[in-house]
């Protein structure tokens, strides 16, 4: 399984993309350690607010890196 992934949110509204953020999280695999969401920013800020602005307890930090169209979650090892 892969250390990383990546999620694409191109075309979602705020509210799908959190929809697609909670069942990502939900079904992640356990030797996911970091998730890359891809969510743009010159058509808009929104899908990036919501991403920054995101909760879940899996996420142990958020990384916001030089390009502002993505956002990197850190996941929480389980114990």
Request: glycine content about 8%.
């Amino acid at each position: 399984m892969p250390y990383s992934i990546e999620i694409d949110l191109h075309g979602h509204t705020s509210e799908s993309a959190k929809a697609k953020l909670n069942e990502t999280l939900k079904k992640l695999p356990k030797d996911v350690r970091e998730i890359e969401i891809i969510h743009g920013y010159r058509g808009g800020t929104s899908l990036r607010n919501m991403v920054r602005k995101y909760k879940h307890p899996k996420i142990e930090q958020k990384i916001i890196g030089l390009n502002q169209g993505t956002t990197t979650f850190i996941i929480k090892r389980e114990k």
